[in-house]
């Protein structure tokens, strides 16, 4: 009866945890889901998408069009991120930590009719030695209304675009590493001796 019992709870666990759920909605075009360690956004078609998406045609994705998405996400992630662009000196390698990152979802439509998904990830999990480092998570609420900017910040902030149809994820891009950072031999011996 006790293993009843203990299977019954993990089974409950883990069906809770296996799907996205809506834990919030802090906007009228916006909806905070939550699945496991992951956060992420689903922004309505008139969501902001700051700077982006302008010319497109705009949709708001389900949640089955987000599990699909991070479903070809988690299967082709790290084929697509085979050069590791910006992401040395203790950068995360983004397929390897893909659940410490909060995600937005913007929805869009090709001319073709595919339907796409561009999403940005930002580092959700930041220790001492991070913030050290001068990383930090912007603890507003605003990536909650309208979609992040982060400037530098190497691997710790990035977005890609998946095609739901074809299942093909493209235009990656990484934000880069401020260059003061990587070429002041000062700064990185200024780390070491901070870490000590």
């Not at 389900?62 to 790290?78: F, N, V, Y």
Request: charged letters at 30%; proline letters at 2%.
């Amino acid at each position: 009866m006790k293993q009843l019992t203990i299977i019954s709870i993990l089974f409950f666990l883990v069906s809770c945890s296996s799907t996205f759920k809506i834990v919030e909605q802090p906007t009228d075009y916006s909806s905070v889901i939550k699945k496991g360690h992951i956060t992420g956004v689903i922004f309505k078609e008139n969501g902001n998408c700051f700077l982006c998406l302008q010319d497109k045609e705009r949709f708001t994705p389900t949640i089955a069009e987000i599990e699909k998405a991070e479903q070809i996400l988690k299967k082709k992630l790290k084929t697509v991120n085979s050069q590791r662009m910006n992401q040395i000196d203790n950068c995360p390698i983004i397929h390897k930590k893909l659940k410490s990152y909060r995600r937005q979802y913007f929805g869009y439509i090709e001319d073709n009719g595919n339907k796409i998904i561009y999403t940005t990830f930002n580092w959700n999990r930041y220790s001492l030695f991070d913030r050290l480092r001068g990383y930090y998570k912007d603890e507003s609420e605003d990536w909650k209304k309208e979609k992040e900017m982060v400037l530098d910040g190497c691997s710790y902030h990035w977005e890609i675009k998946i095609n739901l149809e074809t299942e093909e994820l493209f235009e990656l891009g990484v934000n880069g590493i401020a260059e003061n950072k990587i070429k002041n031999k000062n700064y990185r011996q200024h780390l070491k001796i901070i870490a000590v």
